[in-house]
C-alpha cells in the first residue's frame, strides 16, 4: 500500500477469527510497525463500519444479479462492478469527493467508460467474408489496469475468452457495443 500511495497503514482492525493471525502476517504487522486490533469473535457490532458497507455491497450485488438476470455464480464480477462504481462516484459522506480521488490524489475521470451492468452488447470479429462481424454478449466488468471489458455469452452464460482456443472461460474485448433498452 505504501508504493501506490505513499502513506503507510499505522493500525489495522480484524476479526479475532484467526485469518489474519497466522505467524508470518504477525511478523509482518511487527516488521511493518503496523499496530493490530482484534475484535471479539462473531461480533459484527464492534466492526459497525465495515458491517455497514458489506450489507450495501451484499444488496447492490443482489439488485445487479436480479435485474440483469444472471446467475449468482457472477457474484464476483458484481462485487467488481459495484467497488468500481463506489470509488468513482462521488459521495456525501467525504464532501462530495470520490475515493479513488482521496485515495490516489486523482480525479475519476473514466466515467465515458460506464456501462451497465449485464447490458446486452456487442464485440467485432473477423471470423470469415460471409460470417457475422458481431457477437452479442452481456457485459460483466471493467478489467483494471487497461481499457477492457470482461463478457460473457449470454446464451449459455458461461464465461469464454475470444481466441482460437476455445477451451478457456474468460472473454475480453477491447472495444464493444452496448445497447439498452
Sequence with gaps: MKLQTGKKISILRSD????YKSDSFLQLYRDEGIERHFTVKDTPQQNGMAEKLNC?????????LS???????FRAEALTYVSHLINRLPSSAIGG????GIWSGKAALDYD?????????????????LEPRVRKVVFLEFKRGVIRYKLSRPASQNMRKRSRDEGRRHM???KITTHIR
Design 16 to 19: 479475532n477469527r484467526g485469518e
Design 56 to 64: 450495501a455491497l451484499l444488496e447492490k450485488i443482489r439488485y445487479l
Design 67 to 73: 435485474n440483469s438476470g444472471l446467475k449468482k455464480t
Design 97 to 100: 469527493k470520490t475515493s479513488m
Design 113 to 129: 467508460t460506464l456501462k451497465v451492468f449485464g447490458c446486452p452488447s456487442y464485440y467485432h470479429v473477423n471470423d470469415g467474408k
Design 172 to 174: 475480453y474485448a477491447r
